[in-house]
């Protein structure tokens, strides 16, 4: 079957779900783009904004070694020293398409699958190491497994000024542990992990089935891809919600996706990617609910409003900072030799809920965003601020700013 046999064989197809609005998008496009993207670019995204990008713009650079990159980001990006520059090109033309906002395979078309300020990553099928590179300055470790030796020394030389938290895996991950594979349960079994994102040519619900301790205790984030085998949509969600994802969907809009050669069969699309999350502050929660000094009647009606209603995240925020960063702020600034004064900061919702509470001889209603926005705040050292914070935090207990 060549390239417009198959388009109008999927347009066909599609064309009987008029009231589904993502299908019939693809099967317009099909019809009115018989030749628009040739082969093998319509056979991943059949939509219009690929024909945006080209080859002309991207700049290979090479370093005194004979190394090539190209910036993302503001970023170097390494690709092997054995690829041509066109080669580099098409490829990297390739990874701008698909991380396009308007594109099934962009990971970070849904903020709230998203890694944060200070969690922990794992790029399975990392290649180039584009995604991890695009999150890299807010990630606590990242770790890229990628077991075709090709790209090892091209992701040393980009994440080179990273190095100190950033591991390379030269393995596959599976469902069992041997010289060449290794799963997850054994990686991360006294490892930290917070986000988990895979590429891995079809190979995700063997890891799936090798992570299910890590996936259950740890990780609160997947990003999945599920295109490459007819039903693995289906069977990753499975997966996740036994391992008690709680939030679980796809990307928006669809791919098309058949290795030349295999039988073509419908429904012909396929979702790019299936994403997964638990709540946000399932760790903070846990914390706090181990506090001594609360009842249980307190405990259970954070844990219920918490499970009820996304909008508290700033409440078990304001309360989690209260007892694993104020107090011990407090004891710095006595350190520090601070005292009489008063810290007033902004939502007061918080002093509402749970009443105010005392920081060395002041009062503080809601902590703010970062230690030094805290202490230029404080009333009575504006003008003296960077004394202060460097007296705090050489006196007090070493919390970083």
């Given amino acids: 079957m060549?390239?417009?046999?198959?388009?109008?064989?999927?347009?066909?197809?599609l064309g009987q779900f008029q009231d589904d609005l993502e299908k019939k998008e693809v099967a317009d496009f099909l019809r009115t783009n018989p030749y628009g993207l040739g082969f093998y670019r319509m056979l991943h995204f059949p939509y219009a904004f690929p024909t945006e990008y080209g080859v002309g713009d991207i700049q290979v650079f090479h370093t005194d070694c004979c190394d090539k990159y190209v910036i993302y980001e503001g970023k170097k990006l390494f690709f092997p020293s054995s690829m041509s520059d066109d080669a580099i090109r098409e490829n990297y033309m390739s990874l701008l398409i698909e991380q396009d906002g308007r594109s099934p395979h962009c990971y970070s078309s849904k903020p709230k699958f998203i890694p944060e300020e200070g969690e922990v990553v794992a790029d399975l099928g990392a290649a180039e190491g584009i995604w991890v590179l695009s999150v890299i300055e807010r990630c606590k470790k990242a770790y890229l497994f990628?077991?075709?030796?090709?790209?090892?020394?091209?992701?040393?030389?980009?994440?080179?000024?990273?190095?100190?938290?950033?591991?390379?895996?030269?393995?596959?991950?599976?469902?069992?542990?041997d010289e060449d594979y290794v799963t997850l349960d054994t990686y991360f079994a006294d490892k930290e992990i917070d986000c988990v994102k895979a590429d891995i040519e079809g190979a995700e619900i063997q890891m799936l089935i090798g992570a299910a301790r890590t996936l259950t205790e740890k990780v609160s984030k997947v990003l999945l891809c599920a295109y490459h085998n007819q039903g693995d949509e289906d069977a990753i969600k499975v997966y996740l919600k036994k391992y008690d994802f709680e939030e679980i969907e796809t990307t928006d809009r669809y791919m098309l996706f058949t290795y030349l050669g295999t039988k073509i069969v419908p429904p012909y699309i396929r979702r790019a990617l299936v994403l997964g999350c638990k709540k946000r502050t399932s760790k903070k929660l846990d914390a706090l609910c181990s506090v001594d000094e609360w009842d249980e009647s307190v405990i259970g009606a954070l844990r219920d409003t918490a499970a009820a209603n996304d909008d508290t995240d700033d409440v078990v925020d304001a309360l989690y900072d209260r007892y694993f960063l104020f107090e011990p702020l407090a004891k710095a600034l006595e350190r520090a030799g601070i005292k009489d004064r008063t810290i007033v900061l902004g939502w007061c919702g918080f002093s509402?809920?749970?009443?105010?509470?005392?920081?060395?001889e002041g009062k503080i209603a809601y902590p703010p965003s970062t230690h030094k926005e805290l202490l230029t705040m404080y009333h009575g050292i504006t003008e003296n601020t960077p004394q202060y914070i460097d007296e705090i935090f050489?006196?007090?207990?070493?919390?970083?700013t």
């Avoid at 509402?352 to 060395?360: S, T, V």
């Avoid at 050489?394 to 970083?400: C, I, M, N, Y």
């Fill in 352 to 360: 509402k809920l749970y009443g105010d509470f005392e920081l060395a």
């Fill in 2 to 13: 060549n390239a417009i046999e198959f388009q109008n064989v999927v347009a066909g197809y």
């Fill in 394 to 400: 050489t006196r007090g207990v070493g919390l970083k």
């Fill in 146 to 177: 990628e077991c075709d030796e090709k790209w090892i020394d091209a992701l040393r030389q980009t994440f080179a000024p990273w190095r100190e938290k950033v591991v390379i895996v030269n393995k596959f991950v599976g469902d069992a542990d």
